[in-house]
């Protein structure tokens, strides 16, 4: 699967019309330092410096999916406190619309409190109301449901033990699903209560898929393991598509029952995994609506919570990191939009950028030599590639001896680049447009040119780059290589 079409289905998310139905709970976070013990017990002392809070349960699928660029709208019950105030806030401020949740009377908001030294968790207390809502709460819903769900594209139901979901309003979304059916996703502990709704995906993790299984857990092989569970999946939570996350192991999916596809997780550091599932399921669900297939919806949703578990505190997975991502871990470049926020994404990191150019018709140890010096001159090193009509007008009308894509990939195999665009499809045989784009610190050229023979150097110089001439490795060309093998070949090459 190449850069474009993963971009061509992330750049649909914003079409989607979501509705998101489940439990609100407020995170709040007491972050400080701590240095010593109290002297009333032998527990850590944390010097409260700054509270933090974000909405968790449900609540996170809605801003993880209004971050990757749905419009999303969410159902839920709340009690009529200040908690329920700061979710809302929180959850309105990002664009969800949180005109339907329901303030029941008597009832308390859930609250997860956690009291933080640095990065370590030292205690978590929770509080608020997980019993069922109560019966003119539940119509009401009920009655936003038979009112609203035709206006969906996808439904989200994210079950999290606050209450919300009850089996009349379960009963409720299956009248509606059997007249208008949607993409329905299904995020719970306990799946098996969704089953009569038929879910199109369900996202269990290794230790749910593996109860619901009715099997004990294992510290090894665990994929071997899991391998085995998709027909009992099936058969407990009746979903077409089961998504079973293993955290660093990845992730299998199983089509009606039938192993479809292996994700492999992405290395990261030092992982913060809170809400990285949320992530998973909002990017799994909108792929699919966009028309993903199973293994590109799942690398997608992989890359997703790569991102999201990069991060210190539970944030989402915004549609332009998202976009990046791709672009970043390939390196052939489709245009000059996205080399410009690739750019962009490079220079807020401080990194430094170099750019350079050429044919790179034949590769030679002369261009290996001179890419890797040019890498040592930044961190990035960008090249643009004429193509094929621009090398033709360059070079004469028997050049390329190889077309751009057998060019880009070959290129593409030396760890000194990063990354490949070509240019020169409109007449143009000089790479001003990219030179713009990517507003590259250093521009670098071969040593037979000038800064007076050099077309892009007042481009370069406008930008505030610096062109840096890099020496070319003696007798190394493709045009003497060719001229050799014309000599030892009686099968004459264009030179």
């Known amino acids: 699967m190449n850069n474009a079409a993963y971009h061509k289905i992330i750049s649909q998310f914003e079409k989607s019309r979501v509705l998101v139905i489940g439990d609100i709970i407020l995170d709040a976070y007491l972050k400080g330092d701590s240095t010593r013990l109290s002297p009333e017990a032998p527990v850590p002392v944390v010097n409260v410096s700054r509270k933090e809070e974000a909405v968790g349960g449900a609540a996170n699928i809605a801003l993880n999916l209004r971050a990757l660029g749905a419009e999303v709208t969410f159902f839920s019950a709340v009690g009529c406190d200040e908690d329920a105030e700061k979710a809302i806030a929180l959850l309105s401020k990002t664009g969800v619309n949180a005109g339907y949740i329901i303030k029941e009377p008597g009832r308390k908001t859930m609250v997860k409190t956690r009291v933080m030294a640095k990065t370590q968790i030292l205690a978590r207390f929770d509080y608020g109301t997980q019993i069922p809502i109560g019966t003119e709460t539940e119509h009401l819903i009920a009655a936003y449901l038979k009112e609203k769900y035709e206006s969906f594209d996808v439904v989200m139901i994210g079950d999290y033990y606050g209450g919300i979901l009850t089996p009349y309003i379960i009963q409720t979304i299956q009248h509606l699903q059997e007249q208008t059916p949607k993409l329905l996703a299904v995020d719970s502990k306990e799946l098996t209560s969704f089953k009569s709704l038929r879910p199109t995906l369900v996202k269990p993790n290794y230790f749910e898929a593996i109860k619901l299984a009715g099997q004990g857990y294992q510290a090894t092989e665990r994929v071997e393991q899991a391998r085995e569970t998709g027909e009992l999946l099936f058969e407990k939570t009746g979903a077409k598509i089961v998504a079973l996350t293993m955290d660093a192991e990845g992730a299998l999916i199983f089509d009606n029952g039938q192993l479809s596809y292996r994700s492999y997780a992405y290395e990261v550091p030092t992982p913060n995994v809170v809400g990285a599932g949320d992530t998973f399921i909002s990017a799994y669900a909108l792929s699919l609506y966009a028309g993903a297939d199973i293994p590109m919806a799942t690398e997608v949703a992989t890359a997703a919570a790569a991102i999201a578990v990069q991060k ?156 840096v001439f890099v020496p070319y490795v003696p007798d190394h060309s493709t045009t003497r290589i060719i001229h050799r093998i014309n000599k030892a070949n009686p099968l004459k090459l264009p030179a």
């Open 312 to 467: 210190d505190d539970t944030a989402p997975c915004y549609s332009a990191e998202l976009s990046s991502f791709f672009t970043i871990n390939n390196k052939i470049i489709s245009h000059a939009g996205e080399l410009k926020k690739l750019a962009e994404i490079y220079e807020a990191q401080g990194k430094k950028i170099v750019f350079t150019n050429g044919c790179f018709d034949i590769l030679h140890s002369g261009h290996v030599s001179y890419l890797n010096r040019a890498k040592e001159l930044g961190d990035v090193l960008i090249v643009g590639l004429n193509c094929d009509e621009s090398v033709a007008r360059l070079k004469g009308p028997d050049r390329p001896i190889n077309p751009l894509e057998d060019r880009m990939e070959v290129l593409s195999g030396l760890s000194a680049i990063d990354h490949i665009i070509s240019f020169g499809h409109e007449n143009e045989d000089t790479p001003v447009e990219l030179i713009r784009a990517a507003k590259p610190h250093v521009f670098a050229k071969g040593g037979d040119y000038t800064k007076e023979t050099l077309p892009e150097a007042s481009v370069v110089e406008e930008i505030g780059g610096e062109i």
